[in-house]
């Protein structure tokens, strides 16, 4: 008898890129894997409980550990059922529990209370994740150049992350590439929106130049720069289908793996491009 499984196909899709090279590196198109992200509904005892963006694998497990790390149960074998349903724009997950444990979940949901971290505990249903952005009209004359030199002096910005090593810096640079802005946080999310804080604060429009993220580009990155009106996002690491996919529909540039040699232009102009970006 053969006791072989299938392995289950990674949740990543593949997208065209254009490489940008710094230097000496050339130019080249290619296909760039990419983890899959997308918004799960969670749903407890019929009751809409949460919104959470993940990859779509091992919902099974996601689904009792969210409803552990909740407090919700105490052990494995208080989820009653598990249903889960795919829907257009992404997975709807559905977890049934004892009758005892049911009047916590109401509680819950009546005071909007969660403790997890990366979640959309507000919003209720999918549907209101994904409502459109508005699209960007801003436009910059930047090149490769200029995201070279930002990188380069991206370091002499972060004086708690060379202290530490621990946190993120979210940088808003000139069209040539100068940072004229800075802030850091040990969460990605809480450093984007500092600088946007502090551009509005010191009157400077993120129309006129763009932002470096020394993060992954989840989703969540792609809207708040296009909801601050910058029209250029560039990350050191790689983004998620989602962010790619919501930059696209947004008119924004996205430029993903920085690095001190070459940088991937995911959405935005032609891949023929030779200096000029935007």
């Known amino acids: 008898m053969d006791d072989a499984t299938e392995t289950p196909a990674l949740p990543m899709i593949g997208v065209a890129a254009h490489r940008l090279g710094f230097g000496d590196t050339g130019d080249c198109g290619l296909t760039r894997d990419i983890p899959v992200e997308m918004p799960v509904s969670i749903e407890i005892c019929g009751l809409a409980y949460a919104v959470m963006m993940a990859t779509p694998a091992d919902l099974e497990d996601y689904a009792v550990g969210f409803a552990l790390a909740e407090a919700l149960i ?56 994904l409502r459109p952005l508005p699209p960007l009209t801003a436009r910059i004359a930047t090149d490769r150049a200029a995201i070279s030199a930002a990188l380069a002096a991206l370091r002499d910005h972060q004086p708690l992350g060379r202290a530490t090593g621990a946190v993120h810096a979210a940088a808003f640079c000139s069209p040539a590439g100068a940072i004229r802005l800075a802030r850091e946080d040990v969460g990605r999310h809480n450093a984007l929106d500092k600088l946007i804080g502090a551009l509005a604060r010191a009157g400077i429009d993120p129309a006129t130049g763009f932002i470096l993220l020394s993060a992954r580009c989840s989703y969540e990155l792609v809207e708040k720069t296009v909801r601050a009106g910058c029209p250029m996002l560039v990350t050191i690491s790689a983004p998620t289908s989602l962010a790619v996919e919501r930059a696209k529909a947004a008119g924004l540039t996205l430029v993903a793996l920085a690095r001190s040699d070459s940088a991937l232009l995911l959405s935005g102009p032609s891949a023929s491009i030779a200096d000029s970006i935007v």
């Open 74 to 129: 105490e052990a494995p074998g208080e989820v009653e059922r598990i249903d889960i349903h795919a829907l257009e724009s992404g997975v709807a997950l559905r977890l049934w529990l004892p009758p005892e444990r049911r009047e916590l979940v109401f509680e819950r949901v009546r005071n909007r209370v969660s403790e997890s971290s990366c979640g959309l505990c507000g919003l209720e249903n999918i549907e209101q994740v």
